[in-house]
């Protein structure tokens, strides 16, 4: 189904989400559409400030507004969804669009499986009525079960369409960049070389991937990384917990700005506990780019600013070569904690591969190696 035409259907002229692939048709359309633009469409932090943003909206307006997200993002919605935007609290009618990453029996990540089992009945639980669109819905179908929703629409409950692989088309192409230079899978090597066999604990997407793969070109071992492949902007809190835990080993966190930017609070956390022993790195692309390459908002943010408001003793940014090499240094030397933020292009290899071992060999290698 072109996605033009559910837009049409759901009638909605406001939308906010966090991208996913899934969902790379409707992102791209609302990108080519509107942009960013307050008015109809933001890209938030977490799926939990979409709702958020979104009841803010309906208040405002008495409008419907549509959240989409991928299903991981469910976990971020929940308290919202139940505290908040439920008609037995505040009864703010809310369409969710959700890309369904792990459905069963269809091949995917680890970190989508269960999730992937539960994902619709988690909205059963939460009270919010769903329709799966799959490659063969039609149109008639989904106008159907749309006009069934607006009577629950009306009475303040919420809806969702959970999407399936390869269910929405968008023909238009959109461009995502910046106008940086350094390439993330050269700086990714950069810092495991600066690392040396000290651990280091990445961010869930193509970082950690790549990651992995230079594992592999340099005949390494994989026991040094801890791969955080789901749990999206939860890899700087890990880090922490090791390097508080393991004051005698220096723990490198590469992190990334979406990520960095979904759970922002943990970086307070980190200041206030200062542990001398960790170095945290994002790499910011100003993109979502692991799921399409959709802007962040990290482009206008100061995130050593941030990193020092919240109590780093040192934060800096770099952009080349020269700088990077630089703070890298300055981070394997350092005997206190340091916010490095690395300014990368938008890109990555077409043949970027995936971690062959499960995430419980990954877990325990890193185990025995930390504690050994």
């Known amino acids: 189904m ?41 890209i938030a932090a977490n799926e939990g400030n979409c709702a958020a943003l979104a009841a803010g909206y309906h208040m405002a307006t008495g409008k419907v507004p549509v959240v989409y997200m991928q299903n991981s993002g469910e976990g971020n919605i929940i308290n919202p969804l139940a505290s908040l935007l439920n008609d037995k609290v505040y009864a703010i ?8 990453r792990g459905e069963p029996g269809v091949h995917d990540e680890p970190q989508h499986i269960y999730q992937g089992m539960v ?6 639980d939460m009270d919010v009525a769903n329709f799966v669109i799959g490659p063969d ?23 969702a369409f959970v999407v399936r692989k390869g269910a929405l088309e968008f ?68 880090a922490l917990g090791v390097a508080l835990n393991r004051p005698e080993l220096k723990v490198w966190c590469i992190d990334g700005d979406g990520a960095a930017l979904m759970h922002m609070g943990s970086m307070a956390v980190i200041g206030e506990n200062k542990p001398s022993n960790m170095v945290h790195i994002v790499i910011n692309n100003e993109a979502h ?45 350092s005997d206190e904690l340091i916010f490095i933020e690395i300014k990368c292009q938008v890109g990555a290899r077409a043949d970027l591969g995936r971690p062959t071992t499960t995430a419980i060999e990954n877990k325990n290698n890193f185990m025995e190696y930390i504690n050994g």
């Not at 033009?4 to 906010?16: K, N, Q, V």
């Not at 809310?94 to 890309?99: A, H, R, S, V, W």
């Not at 749309?146 to 919420?158: E, S, V, Y």
């Not at 941030?306 to 952009?319: E, H, I, N, Q």
Request: aromatic letters at 8%; a negative charge; glycine letters at 10%.
């Open 93 to 100: 009618p809310t369409i969710f669009i959700i890309g369904w």
């Open 137 to 159: 819905t039609t149109e008639e179908e989904l106008a159907g079960v749309i006009d069934g929703f607006k009577g629950l629409l009306a009475n303040g409950k919420q809806v």
């Open 2 to 42: 072109r996605v033009e035409r559910l837009m049409d259907l759901i009638g909605a002229d406001f939308y906010t989400g966090v991208p996913d692939s899934q969902l790379k048709a409707l992102c791209n359309c609302l990108m080519s559409k509107y942009g960013i633009d307050p008015h109809h469409h933001i």
């Open 289 to 333: 780019e692991t799921v399409g390459g959709m802007p962040t908002v990290a482009g206008s943010v100061d995130l050593p600013g941030v990193a020092r408001a919240c109590g780093y003793p040192k934060a800096l940014t770099v952009s080349d070569e020269e700088g990077l090499a630089s703070a890298l240094e300055e981070a394997r030397t």
């Open 119 to 124: 994902t619709t009945k988690l909205l059963d």
């Open 171 to 238: 023909e238009g192409k959109v461009d995502y960049s910046n106008a940086f230079t350094l390439n993330r899978e050269f700086v990714v090597g950069q810092i495991a070389a600066a690392a040396g066999e000290d651990p280091i604990v990445s961010t869930t997407g193509k970082i950690s991937r790549e990651l992995f793969e230079y594992r592999t070109a340099q005949g390494m071992s994989h026991k040094y990384d801890f791969l955080t492949v789901g749990s999206m902007g939860h890899c700087s809190s890990i």
